[in-house]
Every structure is written in structure tokens, then in C-alpha cells.
T-cell receptor, first 116, second 112 residues
């Protein structure tokens, strides 16, 4: 049981290049999330998904696109990278518990992206 | 959306009990309170979650007063390995994490 894994761990892009970050979870979770964390800051939600085939915008969605074609995978795309997107990206997943159940997000190890 | 306020940083000596308080004046009836821990270069890790009164697990306790406008994470007898950033989140669990905000957290430094 690997939990949440992210690929790649590190990446350097030039301004204007594109890339896709892959997140995979093996816990059969319904919900998946992409966050970014800038130095000295908390995590900010980019996009999230409440199930296979669904996506929705979070707090800072501009410049990113996502897809959830399979329940276990959540992809984050940068179509035209900008230096402002230099950050550490975390993926997370969780079950869709209702009231009274413990609600826990499981996070991946992160992807450190630098855009020059 | 309920947002939170926490101290930016705290220092504590090894072996002491540490209490980190979070203010959430606009908490809604369906909101739960959740605490996460984050070590450098790692993703956050769930510590504890509660709705009211007191919750205790093997690593921490969470105290929530009757008005639920604040909460206190209590770490008993901290060690150097407890040095981390601690985040308090408030949100409606039934709608998922899309309305949860991590904020800047509290940076706890444990001193030998």
C-alpha cells in the first residue's frame, strides 16, 4: 500500500514550456486535490475532484488544468509555465465521509517545480 | 468560509507540554476542526480532528470550548522530533476539502 505518490519529484522548466504532474493513490479514495505551497506559506488549493470524471476549481486555479480520467489518478497540467508557478506541489486524497466520521487527507511527498 | 488565526511561532523545551491555540470566530454549525503537522520537505500529516469538547488520540489532545470559537491542540511532553509547522483547519466535512484553508500555521521549535 503506497498511499499517495507523485511524479516527478523535481522538475525545472523554462518559461512557456508545458508539463503534467501525476498523482496516484491506491486507497480507493473518491476525493483528490492539488495544492501549491510557496516558501513560508501554507498550502493553497488549486483544483480538486470529488470523483472520477469530475473536477472543480479551488482557491488559485488560474494557469492550471486538471483531469481525473481514472479514480486513482489526478493529473495537474501547466500549459505555459510562468516563473510565478515556481512552487512545491502537493497532491492529496480522502474518502467521502459524512458527518460524524473522521475526515483525513493523505498527502503525497510533493513535486518541487522551478520555472526559469 | 471559516478562517483561522494561529500564532506564527512557538518555542518549547523538550519534555514540556505544548498548547497551540487556534481562533475561528466564524465557525459554522457543520464545521469540524482538524489539525495537521508538516515537516520540512514533506506533505502535511493528519494529527487530530474534533467537533466539540475534548478528543484524545495517541499523539495529541484537542480541546474545544462550548462556543467552538477557538480550539487548542495539546502535545504532551514534546521531543525534538515534534519540531514542525502545525496547521488548524475548519470546514464542513460533508462537502469535502474544497473549503478548507491551511493558512500559514504555527512553527513549533523544540529546544534541547
Amino acid at each position: 500500500n503506497a498511499g499517495v505518490t507523485q511524479t516527478p519529484k523535481f522538475r525545472v522548466l523554462k518559461t512557456g514550456q508545458s508539463m503534467t504532474l501525476l498523482c496516484a493513490q491506491d486507497m480507493n479514495h473518491e476525493y483528490m486535490y492539488w495544492y501549491r505551497q510557496d516558501p513560508g506559506m501554507g498550502l493553497r488549493l488549486i483544483h480538486y475532484s470529488v470523483g472520477e470524471g469530475t473536477t472543480a476549481k479551488g482557491e488559485v486555479p488560474d494557469g492550471y488544468n486538471v483531469s481525473r480520467l481514472k479514480k486513482q489518478n489526478f493529473l495537474l497540467g501547466l500549459e505555459s509555465a510562468a516563473p510565478s508557478q515556481t512552487s512545491v506541489y502537493f497532491c492529496a486524497s480522502s474518502s467521502d465521509f459524512g458527518t460524524g466520521r473522521v475526515y483525513e487527507q493523505y498527502f503525497g511527498p510533493g513535486t518541487r517545480l522551478t520555472v526559469t | 468560509l471559516a478562517k483561522t488565526t494561529q500564532p506564527i511561532s512557538m518555542d518549547s523545551y523538550e519534555g514540556q507540554e505544548v498548547n497551540i491555540t487556534c481562533s475561528h470566530n466564524n465557525i459554522a454549525t457543520n464545521d469540524y476542526i482538524t489539525w495537521y503537522q508538516q515537516f520540512p520537505s514533506q506533505g502535511p500529516r493528519f494529527i487530530i480532528q474534533g467537533y466539540k469538547t475534548k478528543v484524545t488520540n495517541e499523539v495529541a489532545s484537542l480541546f474545544i470550548p462550548a462556543d467552538r470559537k477557538s480550539s487548542t491542540l495539546s502535545l504532551p511532553r514534546v521531543s525534538l522530533s515534534d519540531t514542525a509547522v502545525y496547521y488548524c483547519l475548519v470546514g464542513d466535512m460533508e462537502t469535502g476539502a474544497n473549503n478548507l484553508f491551511f493558512g500559514t500555521g504555527t512553527r513549533l521549535t523544540v529546544i534541547p
